[in-house]
């Protein structure tokens, strides 16, 4: 009797164990299947820097609706958390798995090189959007979708002329700048930072009083700002250059805690990029005189080169999303409650 009963419990173990062998298999089976599912969409990684800005999560949920699976793709989203390397990281992986396209926006214009030549030799088009790279060989990325930040640079660099004229005898007005840079390498910062370069060369009365890297952040550009505040006093300032509009927040969060007017009928003029709703808000205030427009509703023009090099045609090498400029005079409180951004 007890040998039954050890016999009838070893034949009840035995079939817990093959039943456990059996789920994990089908568990497998399933993964296979999605895998299977997924081979049927057309796979799109997509590497950000990072999400150091309104503008950058905007970019983001542009691409994410741009590429649904109700449309045909699979689209696996990476933030590099602000740092080349984990984008290399990230494009390896992409490499690895197989995509059928990568979306790269670049944190910094150079060190692309090796891992774009990895990407075409798996075969793999590479679209740069955004920012673009400085790269040996152009023939190391398909297209390029993004900003022309020169021409941006150039409308700031426009408006001020327009400001700051010579009176009527030809004296030239004081321009005393402070210049907040973006993240230093990146194409955003060089194209905004160039123009202003130019218009310093090109203007013997524009001078820059303090300057410094508030890396697109808010944070950062407050303690830029705050630092200036310290070099120079406040009436020998003119100009703020800000190259996003979270620095533009964080140099006005500065002048505030500091107690300092800026904006129309103040002495201090602060310029802005990329034209995100709180930045429109405050031109709209007076307190930021221009913005220029960096677009980041990019998602549609990816969209519609991915779809020209599926359907086997050639995707022009370049395209410049569209970008304009406020001041107060362009704006009003249902222009803005209507943008995405
Ligand atoms: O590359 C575009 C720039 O990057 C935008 O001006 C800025 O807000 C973002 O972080």
Redesign the pocket.
Known sequence: MYNVKKLLSLILMLSITILIVACNNTTEMIDDQSYDDDNNLIVVGFSQPGA?????VALTDSVKEAFTEEKGYKLIYKDGQSKQDNQIRDIRTFIQQGVDYIIL?PIVETGWDTVLEEAKEADIPVIIC??DVMVSNEALYTAFVG?N?AAEGKKAITYMENKYKPDAEGNLPRVNIVHIQ??MG???QIGRSKALEKGLEEHENWKVVAEGSGD?TKAKAKEIMKNALQQVHSSEIDVIYC????EALGAIAALDEAGIPHGDGTGITIIS??ATTSALKLCMEGKISLVVE?N?LQGNYLYNMISLLEEGEAAPKLTYVDEGQFTKDDLTEEFIDERKY
Do not use: H, L, Q, V
């Not at 190259?243 to 979270?246: A, I």
């Open positions: 150091e800005s309104a503008w950058r926006s955004d920012r900003s930040f973006g993240t990146s194409s955003a697109f190259e996003n509009d979270e990029f990329d960096c980041p």
